[in-house]
């Protein structure tokens, strides 16, 4: 099996790539950018599960604007290389 992948943004913590059999680009987190995603939600359940429900809303919200970046950037690359977004905006 051979496809080529093309990495369309700086290599950094998400990268944008275009696989060749897919119509749009995706993002490669790096392992330890999603090790820290994971925990950022463990952390949240456990507030939760402990009562504490303002501490566990400030991390998602926290997480939700990470993750807002992330996509950002992704639509900046998409719509800078002339790929349609797989979303309505």
């Known amino acids: 099996m051979n ?3 093309i990495l369309l943004s700086p290599a950094s913590n998400y990268a944008i790539v275009h696989m060749q059999e897919r119509k749009f680009p995706g993002i490669v987190f790096q392992g330890d ?3 820290s995603k994971i925990k950022q939600l463990e952390n ?4 939760l599960r402990e009562g ?5 809303l400030e991390e ?4 939700k604007g990470d993750l807002m970046e992330i ?3 992704y639509e900046r690359i ?3 290389k002339g ?3 797989p979303y309505k905006k």
């Open 78 to 80: 998409c719509e800078g």
């Open 83 to 85: 790929f349609n977004l």
């Open 71 to 73: 996509l950002q950037y």
């Open 33 to 35: 950018s999603l090790d």
């Open 60 to 63: 998602l919200e926290g997480m």
């Open 52 to 56: 504490n429900a303002v501490e566990a």
């Open 3 to 5: 496809h080529s992948i």
């Open 44 to 47: 949240s359940i456990n507030l």
